[in-house]
């Protein structure tokens, strides 16, 4: 009945080539056949599988190449004719953008797996949404057992010295809260098994395009190796000291 020049530009057909013929001369099977299935299905019993609906589909050009498009089909009455309206659209560089992104994604997976230090994601509710490996090793869970699970009951409930850490001072939170980002050096994390260790964190606001706050990345690694080493470090200092003292006396008493 009709075939605009937008559609001609598409398929590379005139109007008149069109016209008139079944329309799934537009698509290559097995899209050809479902197309007809479909519509028949539809004018016999009335079940609408995919009138009224976009689907996704390979469309034809008259030299046989074919494209991603999006297509739907809609029904419309005009006086007493039964027409179908469909309306194609190339979506080429949208699943060539959706293929570039999924490939970046994969790369990114791969960075924060490979990552030494543990990332953990947590949603605006304070769950957590995504965990590393390095993660998941430092506080002795599976990845299983922290997706979905509240962060600050699981890891940050008691501090250092045994009290409770309240949820609402915690930066983590405060972090979720406001948009804040914050860098700790004096706090511990919990383990699974009920042991704590030091830890170094940073933790960054993830902003929605609305402006909204929609959670927050937490970056943390374990310091205990390096509260050591300034330990030892103090404690020498101090022996240096201290014998400097006493040779500079003994020194002094001998002349």
Known sequence: ?????AAERLFQYSAEEVIGKN???????????????????????GVAAVIGAEREVLGRRKD???FPMELSVNEMNLEE?????GIARDITERKRAEKELKHLHKQNQLILNSAAEGILGFNEKGKIVFINPAASKLLGYSVTELIGQPMH??????????????????PIYKSLKMGIAYHMEDEVFWRKDGTRFPVEYFCNPITAENGRIAGTVVTFMDITERQRAEELMTRFGRILDDSFNEIYIFDAESL
Do not use: W
């Open 1 to 5: 009945e009709s075939f605009n020049p």
């Open 23 to 45: 329309v799934n001369m537009l698509m290559p099977e097995p899209y050809q056949s479902q197309h007809d299935s479909y519509l028949e299905k539809y004018l016999c019993t």
């Open 64 to 66: 046989g190449t074919t």
């Open 81 to 85: 004719r039964r027409l179908f309206v």
């Open 153 to 170: 009951d699981l890891i940050q409930h008691t501090r250092a010295n045994g009290s409770l850490y309240p949820r609402e001072k915690s």
